[in-house]
Structure formats: C-alpha cells, structure tokens
C-alpha cells in the first residue's frame, strides 16, 4: 500500500520563484527520500533525511521532517526551467520503499 | 556511479503474449525491485528480491512473476500479456547494509509497456 501521499498534484511557477512541495505518510520510518522524475525517464534521488533529523540542505534543496505529524516538505529555492519535473517522497519502510502520486512542477522561463 | 540498465524503452506487444522484461545492475546490489507507474497512482511495487533465487510479492504481483538466476538480473515475467498491463515499468536496486540510514533507490530508464 502507499505510504506517500504529496501536494500538490500540480504546480506552476516563474523561473527565479520558490516551489514548496509537502509528503504525507502513515507509519514509523528509517528515513524519508525525495526523487525527480523527468517526463518518461526514471527515478533519480534527489535528497534523504533519516528519521532522527530534521531538516537538511543540498544546493537549491531543503527537505523538512516532522515525525510526530508525518509529513515532509520540499522547498526547491531560485527555481530554473530545467527543474520541471515530477517529484515524489519516499519512505522506506522494512524491506520495501513507499511512493507517493507525485508532484508534478512547471518552471515557466 | 551505479547503472541500472532496462532492456528496452518501448516495448508493444499483444494480448496473451508471454513477455520478459529485463533488469541488469552493475554494482553488485542485493535487493532489487519492479514496480510499475500509472498515471495518478504513483509507483507500485510488484516484486522484489533481496538475493540470487529469492523473491518477495509486492502489493500488485498478479499476472506477474519474476527470476532471479544471477545477483545482477532481475526479470519481470507477463505470462499472458493484458490491456490492463499496459503501464510504464520501472526497476531499481539497492544495497543494504547494516544501518538503513543512507540509502537510496537506484533506477533504470523504465520501459513503456504497450499491450494491444
């Protein structure tokens, strides 16, 4: 069963503009990860945070962790037109990883 | 960097074809999984394996099986292909170690399954 669940579905923003993205979940994790997809490729990791952190930087990325409210953000700062994408979080959880549906970001040049 | 290389991009095929979907890894990873995306539903996991001869059920593995002769192929297996299998198929690996903390999914270029 899913365990991510983003928002928003869809999001459309300037090129220099911030894109805010949110992952829900549902269980105790080891950690949480984002992934970017571009249209039709694979999955490409982006960013982890571990369950005992809670916030990180990479670059342009900062992901955000709250456990007692299980939810994540994904904040993409100065965006550019090569960042339109689809981005999903990611929990793994045992043996397996959870996905989300996904957001799907525009940067508009 | 590690390279997970899928056997084809598009691939059409027809109803109650047998079809083999090919996933080879070259860094030695134990685990490796199969998932397929549609649209609006994310990715969904449909086997996996944590070594050579081993599988485990996803949550959607029906109509699907999968091999794992050699630690670095993973084959998805449609005995008899259906229109409701059409759908992008992606494969990933991972090595496991003792701490969970810093690991992360490595995936293949997905294959876009067509069944007519």
């Known amino acids: 069963s899913q365990q991510g669940e983003e928002d928003p579905q869809a999001l459309s923003i300037q090129e220099g503009e911030n894109a805010t993205m949110n992952c829900s979940y549902k269980t105790s994790i080891n950690n949480l990860q984002w992934y970017r997809q571009n249209s039709g490729r694979g999955l490409v990791h982006l960013i982890l945070i571990r369950s005992n952190e809670r916030e990180k930087h990479s670059g342009r990325l900062r992901v955000t962790l709250d456990t007692s409210k299980k939810s994540s953000s994904l904040l993409i700062t100065a965006s550019r037109a090569a960042d339109t994408a689809s981005y999903f979080c990611?929990?793994?959880?045992?043996?397996?990883?959870?996905f989300g549906t996904g957001t799907s970001l525009t940067v508009i040049p | 960097d590690v390279k997970v290389t899928q056997s084809s991009r598009y691939l059409v095929k027809r109803t109650g074809e047998k079809v083999f979907l090919e996933c080879v890894q070259d860094m030695d990873h134990e685990n490796m999984f199969w998932y397929r995306q549609d649209p609006g539903l994310g990715l969904r996991l449909i086997y996996f394996s944590y070594d050579v001869k081993m599988k485990e059920k996803g949550d959607i593995p029906e109509g699907y099986s999968v091999s794992r002769e050699k630690k670095e192929r993973f084959s998805l297996i449609l005995e008899s292909a259906s229109t409701n299998q059409t759908s992008m198929y992606l494969c990933?690996?991972?090595?496991?170690?003792?701490?969970?903390?810093?690991?992360?999914?490595?995936f293949g270029s997905g294959t876009q399954l067509s069944v007519l």
């Open positions: 990611a929990t793994d959880e045992g043996n397996q990883f959870y």
């Open positions: 990933a690996s991972i090595h496991r170690g003792f701490s969970r903390a810093n690991e992360k999914l490595f």
